[in-house]
């Protein structure tokens, strides 16, 4: 295929997730890919197996903290753990840095923090109103401004658990 051809029709990419996935690596990939609570069918439905099979897999993910289960709705939900998910970026960030630049990485983040702080005038980017301007650009460069400004709070957080994990060898807690 050229970088030309069109994109292969769905059925050919549907062969070649089964062909190296089993069952549970498909719930898995479909559970990381839910976010707001799902039917175990329908992610049976997605994951191309019974919904027996998904809720089985679900169950086990559930478990091991990978995705959050309401076993008390019927049918059953579920979704990914953001949690999880924050945790397994902050484990190869610990894994693939060194801990000096983590340590200037939260040091650049923290000073945008600051900037944006300023530039709105509290600590909060849920207390901005970026809709309080006549402007169709100032506002449009407001939400972007204050959806980066989340951003880099969010990345604070995730470079600061990678640094408890580099400076603890791997644990969040000192031995």
């Excluded at 498909?26 to 039917?39: E, F, I, M, N, Q």
């Excluded at 980017?125 to 970026?130: D, F, G, K, L």
Aim: with cysteine; glycine share 4%; hydrophobic share 35%.
């Amino acid at each position: 295929m050229t970088e030309f051809d069109p994109a292969p029709t769905s059925d050919d990419t549907q062969r070649r997730w089964q062909t190296g996935t089993d069952t549970f690596g498909r719930v898995y990939d479909v559970v990381l890919g839910v976010t707001s609570p799902t039917a175990y069918t329908e992610i049976a439905e997605l994951a191309d197996c019974s919904p027996n099979a998904a809720k089985k897999h679900l169950d086990r993910l559930a478990e091991m903290s990978i995705a959050r289960a309401d076993r008390d709705s019927r049918p059953a939900t579920y979704e990914r753990n953001e949690g999880y998910l924050e945790w397994q970026d902050a484990s190869r960030i610990a894994t693939e840095l060194p801990i000096e630049a983590i340590i200037d990485r939260v040091e650049a983040l923290e000073a945008q923090r600051t900037e944006y702080e300023a530039q709105f005038e509290t600590t909060d980017p849920t207390a901005v109103n970026v809709f309080d301007h006549d402007s169709h650009e100032t506002i449009h460069e407001r939400m972007t401004a204050v959806s980066e400004w989340q951003g880099v709070i969010r990345d604070i957080r995730l470079y600061e658990l990678a640094r408890q994990l580099s400076q603890n060898d791997g644990h969040l807690i000192p031995a």
